[in-house]
């Protein structure tokens, strides 16, 4: 069994910093495809960034310039440097992960269970 784990959410100012991790652990798996996605009150879940196990990276329109999505295949860690932060960012942040069981040889998905990010203004 693999888990998700994330930390480093928090309560910040508008125009301060986080950064975000998300450690995967368990045995007998390799990662893919590596995300952070967001979830505001009232609002769906959002794809804020992506990042491939080669580390090309994607981000959401809102958070370019500002968001940096990286990540450490030695470790399983992925992280998310969001600076100039805005209280439009205010959500619960999840970790996503596309992971390749190595003991079962199969695919699956797993989400880390979120972090609160809260901007004031």
């Known amino acids: 069994q693999v888990q998700l784990v994330e930390s480093g959410g928090g309560l910040v100012q508008t125009g301060g910093s986080l950064r975000l991790s998300c450690a995967a652990s368990?045995?007998?798996?390799?990662?893919?495809?590596m995300a952070w996605y967001r979830q505001a009150p009232g609002k769906q879940r959002e794809l804020v960034a992506v990042i491939t196990r080669g580390g090309r990276t994607n981000y959401e329109d809102s958070v370019k310039g500002r968001f940096t999505i990286s990540r450490d295949n030695a470790k399983n860690i992925v992280y998310l440097q969001m600076n100039d932060l805005k209280p439009e960012d205010t959500a619960v942040y999840y970790c996503y992960a596309d992971i390749w069981r190595t003991g079962v040889g199969d695919s699956h998905v797993y989400w880390g269970h979120g972090t609160q990010v809260t901007v004031s203004s």
């Open positions: 368990g045995s007998a798996f390799s990662i893919n495809g």
